[in-house]
């Protein structure tokens, strides 16, 4: 049976590693059909999936970044609450989300606690009338917004510097600040953070261990249960741990590594590039 929910995607440009090939195919390995929205050229893109152009959803004019890392963390997050506005039956997946088990909803809600904190959007599934889409798409209108969940203090001396000329862009702010934390604040605000998986269902490697998925031998079965939907692979930090720790290819018996088995995907064949362009990923 074909899952009912197709699921969306974002790539700048440039090569597709094993690692997001990897992601991808493990959707339609799943059932699902895989949209793959790009602003550029894209090279390796598995067999299946169906390539749009992202200004459908979001012109790449004005492309938002964080200034500290010069991640387009904040243009994906924009991206997504578009996508999830426009496109009925689709969920979204960053390209490092290992799908386990196919996507499934009743409610069109589909997203998950990453730790007691936050809910992350990494996997984010809202039905297009959802009021917590409504409040992060209105949020996100204003790159100069205060948010809400800040301190008192901090609202304070951010309202005092726009009112003198001077205000806070997004990109200057704390990390995630369009992200988890705006995605955690506006689903509690309207309840529906009722709908949010525990943290195995599709963040059961928390950032602190990724690493797990590299060893040899790992017993997974303490985090990946049958209740899980999805592995987080935290795709930038896991590139480059590959790079310099697994010399650019992950061990046989490892996690990563005999997912890349299952599913036939070759590290030689789509090597982690030594420099890429930085993608929208945790």
Not at 25 to 50: K, R
Not at 62 to 80: I, K, M, N, Q, Y
Request: hydrophobic residues 35%; charged residues 25%; negative net charge.
């Amino acid at each position: 049976m074909t899952p009912e929910y197709q699921i969306g995607a974002l790539w700048v440009q440039g090569p597709l590693s094993f690692l997001e090939q990897l992601c991808l195919v493990s959707f339609i390995d799943a059932g699902h059909h895989v949209v793959l929205y790009t602003y550029g050229q894209v090279t390796g893109v598995p067999e299946g999936i169906e390539i749009r152009d992202a200004n459908q959803i979001l012109s790449q004019d004005g492309f938002l970044v964080h200034e500290r890392t010069g991640s387009p963390a904040l243009h994906s997050d924009l991206f997504r609450y578009r996508l999830l506005e426009k496109e009925d039956r689709m969920i979204w997946a960053d390209t490092d989300a290992y799908c386990v088990k196919a996507f499934e909803t009743q409610t069109g809600h589909f997203f998950g606690w990453e730790s007691h904190k936050h809910i992350n959007g990494g996997v984010l599934g809202l039905p297009s009338d959802s009021d917590a889409l409504g409040e992060l798409l209105e949020f996100t209108k204003d790159e100069f917004a205060i948010p809400p969940w800040f301190s008192e203090e901090e609202k304070a001396r951010l309202g005092v510097l726009k009112d003198n000329g001077e205000p806070v862009h997004a990109g200057e702010m704390t990390w995630g600040v369009w992200g988890p934390h705006a995605v955690t604040h506006f689903l509690q605000k309207t309840g529906e953070d009722k709908y949010a998986f525990p943290q195995e269902g599709l963040y059961p490697f928390t950032f602190k261990n990724r690493n797990y998925m590299l060893k040899r031998g790992f017993d997974i079965s303490p985090y990946v249960t049958d209740n899980t939907y999805s592995i987080h692979l935290y795709g930038r930090r896991m590139r480059r741990r590959i790079v310099e720790k697994e010399n650019g290819i992950p061990k046989r018996w490892s996690l990563i590594g005999k997912l890349l088995a299952k599913h036939s995907i070759s590290p030689i064949d789509a090597p982690i590039p030594d420099k890429v362009v930085v993608q929208p990923q945790s």
